[in-house]
């Protein structure tokens, strides 16, 4: 490899919107994300959490006249 053109690896923390961090390996010391392993409602372990960024979940429930 080429010396002085790659950039550095290191150690990074990652911290998710809900709170959690875990660190890694990155370019970047610092990563900041929405959602992680703890908050997705994919990995919740079935919990029902609904991530809605842009108010797209109530909109739907507005037209579909739903309640929750």
Not at 30 to 35: N, P
Not at 38 to 46: A, E, I, L, N, V
Request: glycine share 8%; with cysteine; charged share 30%.
């Amino acid at each position: 490899m080429k010396k002085d053109i790659h950039p550095k690896y290191e150690h990074a923390t990652v911290t998710c919107a809900c709170g959690s961090s875990f660190e890694t390996c990155s370019t970047r010391p610092v990563l900041k994300v929405e959602l992680c392993s703890q908050c997705h409602p994919f990995f919740s372990g079935g919990e029902r959490r609904i991530v809605d960024t842009q108010g797209q979940v109530e909109r739907f429930r507005r037209r579909y006249k739903i309640k929750g």
